[in-house]
Structures are given as C-alpha cells and as structure tokens.
C-alpha cells in the first residue's frame, strides 16, 4: 500500500514539471455502487451495493481541449446476497487504493461537458464478509482479504459537466464506470478478473496556472 501511494505521488510531481502550461488540483468524492452477479438457483442478492470514494486529482493541459487528470483515491465497495442452499446472508466490504489515469476532453462552446477514459490500478487493502446464519441468528466476521487479487488493470470511462464560481474555482459532477481486463493474485499469477462498478460524484478544481 505504501509501494502505491509512493509512486502515485513521484507520478504526480513528474507530471506537474512536464505539463507546466496550466494546473488544476482537486477533491474528490462520492459514491460507489458495485455491480456483480449471482447463480440465481442458489444465491440472491440482498440490499443496495453501495460503497465511497474520496480521492485527490489534478489536471494538466495538453491541449485546448484536452487534459491529462491523473487520480489517486480510497474505495470501498459492498456485496450483499444471500445464499439460499445453506440459508447465509453474506455482506461483504472490500476497501482499495485506486490510481487513475484517464485523458479527459471538454465538448462544447463553453468546455463545460467533458468525457474521460483511461487506465486504472486497484490495490486490495482489506475485505471482510460478515455472515448472518439465518437458522441460528449468530454471526460471524471473517477476513478474506488473502482471496481477493492484490493488483487488478482496469479501463475507466465516463462524463461530467464542469462549474464556475470563480476564474481559479470550478466544481464538477461526474458519473464513471470501472471494468478490470486482468490482475495479478496473492502468488503473482496473472488472471482474468471481473472486477466492475460505477462511481457517482462531485470534485472541486482550484487552477493554479
């Protein structure tokens, strides 16, 4: 985890000296909502998946109309289902860094739309599943972190509609969609992953150049 946010940050600076022309820095925040399936005829889904991010982005111009906005974010996302061989209810948590590096492009007269898409890196920190056993009542709480990947190579896509309050101030909302290609698991062996969810939610840029 530390190996992740040190190299985000030597990636941060050394953009900042390349791309010079003109910097955005910002905040990041909103909500997480997984998207994942089941085996109908024995599991079914529970609840609302929601989780959070919250994360720190900047902006560099490469052209009028197009920007590189790298992003570095904490996530969570949640699964609820229950299976219904055994009578379980499973909810289960998983938290992640998240380095982001989409190219964004502003449409319009005014550049207040943009669209976005690029590579991501998820790093695994923790994930537990709490299981009601409906039978019994009891509960249970488990760490099953060692079964998820320790790294997963995604596509990020997705569009906003940029503010102004001031010339340097500019709020945002934006809504993104996340779909790994493959990850590297816990032996360093490369797999295929499903790992996919959309984020909904709203930045804040101040313009330094």
């Known amino acids: 985890m530390k190996k992740v946010i040190l190299l985000s940050v030597i990636?941060?600076?050394?953009?900042s000296t390349v791309f010079s022309q003109k910097i955005q820095l910002g905040v990041v925040t909103g909500i997480n909502y997984s998207l994942f399936s089941v085996q109908k005829d024995t599991t079914q889904k529970n609840g609302i998946p929601v989780g959070y991010h919250f994360g720190i982005t900047?902006?560099?111009?490469v052209s009028n109309r197009l920007t590189l906005s790298p992003e570095l974010s904490s996530n969570t996302i949640t699964y609820h289902f229950k299976d219904l061989i055994v009578k379980i209810s499973v909810n289960e948590?998983?938290?992640?860094?998240?380095?982001?590096?989409?190219?964004?492009?502003t449409v319009g007269k005014e550049r207040r739309f943009f669209v976005y898409a690029g590579p991501s890196l998820q790093y695994v920190a923790k994930s537990q599943q709490k299981l009601?056993?409906?039978?019994?009542?009891?509960?249970?709480?488990?760490?099953?972190t060692k079964s998820f990947p320790r790294y997963s190579f995604s596509l990020l896509a997705g569009a906003g509609y940029r503010f102004t309050l001031s010339d340097r101030?500019?709020?945002s909302l934006y809504a993104d969609?996340?779909?790994s290609l493959f990850h590297i698991d816990r032996e360093d062996v490369l797999?295929?992953?499903n790992f996919k969810y959309m984020r909904i939610g709203a930045g804040l840029f101040?313009?330094?150049k």
Request: hydrophobic share 30%; glycine share 2%; with cysteine.
């Open 93 to 105: 948590k998983t938290s992640f860094a998240t380095l982001s590096v989409p190219l964004k492009y």
């Open 191 to 193: 797999k295929t992953s």
């Open 11 to 15: 990636f941060l600076v050394s953009a």
């Open 132 to 144: 009601h056993y409906q039978e019994s009542g009891t509960e249970n709480i488990h760490d099953v």
């Open 177 to 179: 969609y996340t779909q």
């Open 169 to 171: 101030l500019n709020p």
């Open 58 to 61: 900047c902006s560099f111009r």
């Open 206 to 208: 101040y313009t330094l």
